[in-house]
């Protein structure tokens, strides 16, 4: 399974190069205010600035019970990645 739980059931939308899956008709935050809050960029080196700053500007949404975030290792070539899975819970 991925570390987003099973995606086999869900949705997804492309925007600003991040993947978006959600559950549902639609997602319940707009995609374009999930990227513009993401703080965690593809190809960039890990930074705990980075994880901080986007557990940060998501906790500011009332809309969300918590926030996620899990990496997996990617190993390609000779290289290690890391794959950011950011889980968004919405309250009640």
Do not use: H
């Not at 997804?12 to 995609?31: A, N």
């Amino acid at each position: 399974t991925s570390p987003a739980g099973s995606l086999l059931d869900m949705d997804s939308v492309q925007v600003e190069g991040i993947k978006l899956f959600y559950q549902g008709t639609r997602p319940f935050l707009r995609p374009g205010l999930v990227a513009a809050s993401n703080r965690l960029r593809a190809g960039e080196l890990y930074r705990v600035r980075g994880v901080q700053n986007t557990y940060s500007s998501f906790s500011r949404f009332s809309i969300l019970k918590y926030t996620n975030i899990r990496f997996q290792e990617v190993f390609e070539n000779d290289s290690a990645y890391l794959d950011a899975y950011v889980t968004l819970s919405k309250g009640k």
